[in-house]
């Protein structure tokens, strides 16, 4: 089955600590994002990317980073940069060019959580 | 800032009644609208979407659009305990000569048996 897989699903950091988070997609996808959601918020974009070897900032890009290297992947780090890293985050992707569609594909979602 | 803004809830409704969920926008440009619903815990998932004034419907859903009021709503007939979810409006802004899609904060619904 076509879909987008993330992975952990929960992840403890200590402060200080760089964390990857991976996303993967079988969709045949161009386009794909990485979300942010607080508690009782909607998505805030952190950064997408509309083809492979680009990738352009989000509304909270800072204290992240991501690459694509490859169309099905497009994984995103954490570093300690990133003041309050505790969320969910989600990967989505999508058939249209950049975030023009609207009609997002997203992954389960990974549950970070600094101690 | 362009924005999306939605009643945050909760919303209480009673199962078999009709729940009416509302957006407003503040790009008058914006051509896209969409609705994904979200369970607890899980990811969006998209339920509908809109690109012209009036109303779309799909089984038990109907979205409704006015462009010149700026908003959007979503209603869900005969509504069962399964709806009871957060529903996100999206819309589709002008961003530096790209489009970008603007997420609301979401409606938590409940559905009374």
């Known amino acids: 089955d076509g879909g987008i897989t993330q992975s952990p699903k929960y992840l403890f950091r200590k402060e200080g600590q760089n964390v990857t988070l991976s996303c993967e997609q079988n969709l045949n996808h161009d386009a794909m994002y990485w979300y942010r959601q607080d508690p009782g918020q909607g998505l805030r974009l952190i950064?997408?990317?509309?083809?492979?070897?680009?990738?352009?900032?989000?509304?909270?890009?800072?204290?992240?980073?991501?690459?694509?290297?490859?169309?099905?992947?497009?994984?995103?780090?954490?570093?300690?940069?990133?003041?309050n890293p505790t969320a969910f985050y989600l990967c989505?992707?999508?058939?249209?060019?950049?975030?023009?569609?609207g009609e997002l594909f997203f992954g389960e979602g990974s549950r970070l959580t600094v101690l | 800032q362009?924005?999306?803004?939605?009643?945050?809830?909760?919303l209480s409704v009673p199962e078999g009644a009709i729940a009416s969920l509302n957006c407003t926008y503040s790009d008058r440009g914006s051509q896209s609208f969409f609705w994904y619903r979200q369970y607890s815990g899980k990811s969006p998932e998209l339920i509908m979407f809109i690109y012209s004034n009036g109303d779309k419907e799909d089984g038990r859903f109907t979205a409704q659009l006015n462009k010149a009021s700026q908003y959007v709503s979503l209603?869900?007939?005969?509504?069962?305990p399964s709806d009871s979810a957060t529903y996100l409006c999206a819309v589709n802004?002008?961003?530096?000569?790209?489009?970008?899609?603007?997420?609301?904060?979401?409606?938590?619904?409940?559905?009374?048996?």
Request: charged letters at 25%; glycine letters at 10%.
């Open chain 1, 47 to 83: 950064y997408y990317s509309q083809i492979v070897n680009d990738f352009q900032k989000g509304d909270i890009a800072e204290g992240y980073s991501v690459s694509r290297e490859k169309k099905e992947s497009f994984p995103l780090t954490v570093t300690s940069a990133q003041k």
């Open chain 1, 92 to 101: 989505a992707s999508s058939r249209g060019d950049g975030v023009g569609t």
């Open chain 2, 2 to 10: 362009k924005e999306v803004e939605q009643n945050s809830g909760p």
């Open chain 2, 75 to 80: 209603l869900i007939r005969d509504s069962q």
């Open chain 2, 93 to 113: 802004m002008d961003y530096q000569g790209a489009q970008k899609l603007v997420f609301g904060q979401g409606t938590r619904l409940t559905i009374n048996p």
